[in-house]
């Protein structure tokens, strides 16, 4: 009977949503601080959204990619993440109870937090008569004959009325469905019978579970006609039934929506956090991060509220195998320098990722932690655009720019791969150390290059680090990389001595100068 009541159950279907509908619920309600496009591809961070919303609908997924995206996490959903990462039977049961969430083929977010429908026209009122009319001349033709000429006309309105509006119909009857899905839950869980572990968790939707099925069912069309065959397709082609619940759902929705967004907020914020405590009770490693004055979150002694970055053991979540490597900056962002292949990028992006889930979840992949609760940006795969006329150099350029302008508004963690490698050396070396030296006097800088120049020009601001090996293991330590190893990959590459022993030469007349440039500490200082 409940069933029948909130509408029916439909089976778990898991549909394909698109990224951009995944984005929805954010692209409506971002903020100032919310990460950009580009720092998303960079950061890999689609892959990583989807590896979190496995088996989780496309309400639970939409906040999880606006957290990942929009402002820092809330106490209170750390704190549910925490309880359930810790109890498995409540985290399971509650997985379960929002098992109808799965069952949506339409995204609502849009619908919810966008512009909405408009009211209804006044002329769908007087659709219930059309039918009316029609059958009373049905019957009116049959004692006088010319009535059929005004009942063939007004069934042919009738068809014209399905061709014109049946599409429309069906579309927002897949909306209404996922909304009922959505009020079906609230519901559902708001109705869990008491329980200490469960309350914690639900006790924000207990009030208005009632409501929630009301909602529904005024939302909804009868449930005897959906169960009973042909019914459903008799009154929508002679009573206009579906045109007519258009309308009216429609504003039923109005009247309803501060409620609907109000239910979509606490079932998708519920869902997501059964996500993340799914994934981290079977995450190899992971710890709750400091994140200082705006809420200190963790167990680590010390916050990171001072920009200061600390992580132990940190690990990136997409990789099986990954090496855990050990960072901490005080007061100083990082030049990181190293062989080619050693694995400079995939640090940044470890680092870069786990920044950003301190801020959005709460936690990092790593043993312990203690980060600033900043928004984090990043510009680590600018190319060549033919389509759009754009040379490397020029992307780099405009995505320097975009960086510039968002550390104007305000202290933020920038994580820079390989600035400037489109222009000459002698340019890429000056334009790097003006940019990245304003960077970072308006927040934290972590950048790698091969241009180990800039590591003396820019040791004010960037404490200098070294990636490599030493024992089989990969590490990272203070300092600038002594012994490159380019000029040795032309030989692995098959380039010959001769060439070697040419590139060499010129390596090392030119490498020490480089390296370590006298009195270069004023340059920058004197502007």
Request: aromatic share 8%; proline share 5%; net charge negative.
């Amino acid at each position: 009977m409940l069933k029948m009541l909130m509408g029916y159950e439909a089976p778990v279907i898991d549909y394909p949503f698109a990224p951009s509908d995944v984005a929805m619920y954010h692209a409506a309600v971002s903020g100032p601080d919310s990460l950009d496009d580009h720092t998303w591809r960079d950061l890999l961070l689609e892959r990583y959204a989807e590896r979190l919303g496995r088996d989780t609908s496309i309400f639970g997924r939409q906040m999880l990619h606006g957290r990942l995206r929009g402002a820092a996490a809330s106490a209170e959903s750390i704190a549910r993440v925490r309880l359930l990462v810790d109890d498995g039977a409540t985290r399971e049961r509650l997985h379960q109870a929002c098992g109808g969430l799965r069952a949506a083929d339409a995204d609502v977010a849009g619908l919810l937090f966008g512009e909405g429908p408009p009211p209804s026209p006044r002329w769908s009122r007087c659709l219930a008569l059309l039918p009316l009319v029609f059958l009373a001349s049905l019957a009116g033709a049959f004692f006088w004959a010319p009535g059929w000429i005004v009942a063939v006309a007004l069934w042919l309105a009738l068809m014209a009325m399905q061709t014109a509006y049946y599409q429309r119909a069906q579309d927002w009857e897949r909306l209404v469905t996922a909304l009922q899905q959505q009020l079906r839950v609230h519901s559902l869980v708001g109705a869990l019978p008491a329980d200490a572990a469960v309350d914690a968790c639900v006790a924000a939707l207990r009030p208005d579970a009632s409501l929630a099925g009301k909602a529904s069912r005024k939302l909804g069309r009868s449930p005897l006609a959906r169960a009973m065959p042909g019914v459903k397709e008799y009154n929508d082609w002679i009573w206009l039934s579906n045109i007519r619940h258009y309308y009216a759902s429609r504003d039923a929705f109005l009247a309803l929506r501060g409620f609907l967004r109000g239910s979509y907020l606490l079932v998708a914020n519920l869902e997501a956090d059964i996500a993340l405590a799914r994934h981290l009770g079977q995450a190899p490693r992971f710890c709750w991060a400091g994140l200082g004055e705006s809420g200190d979150c963790g167990e680590s002694a010390e916050s990171g509220g001072d920009g200061a970055i600390a992580l132990d053991g940190v690990v990136h979540p997409l990789l099986d195998e990954a090496t855990p490597l050990t960072l901490e900056l005080r007061g100083r962002g990082a030049f990181i320098s190293g062989q080619n292949g050693v694995g400079k990028s995939t640090l940044l992006r470890t680092i870069g990722l786990n920044l950003v889930t301190a801020r959005a979840f709460g936690f990092c992949y790593a043993d312990a932690a203690s980060v600033p609760p900043l928004p984090v940006y990043s510009s680590m795969q600018s190319e060549d655009s033919l389509a759009g006329g754009e040379s490397l150099y020029i992307a780099e350029l405009r995505r320097a720019r975009e960086l510039l302008a968002l550390a104007a508004k305000g202290p933020a963690l920038f994580i820079i791969d390989e600035i400037f490698r489109g222009t000459n050396h002698l340019e890429s070396v000056s334009a790097a150390a003006a940019v990245l030296d304003t960077l970072a006097r308006s927040g934290t800088v972590l950048v790698s290059s091969h241009n180990l120049v800039l590591a003396p020009l820019l040791e004010h601001a960037l404490a200098p680090l070294c990636v490599g090996e030493e024992g089989g293991r990969l590490r990272v330590r203070p300092g600038v990389l002594a012994r490159t190893n380019g000029i040795a990959l032309l030989a692995e590459r098959g380039f010959g001595p001769a060439i070697e022993s040419k590139a060499l030469s010129v390596h090392n007349w030119l490498s020490d100068y480089l390296a370590h440039p006298s009195e270069c500490g004023h340059v920058l200082s004197e502007v």
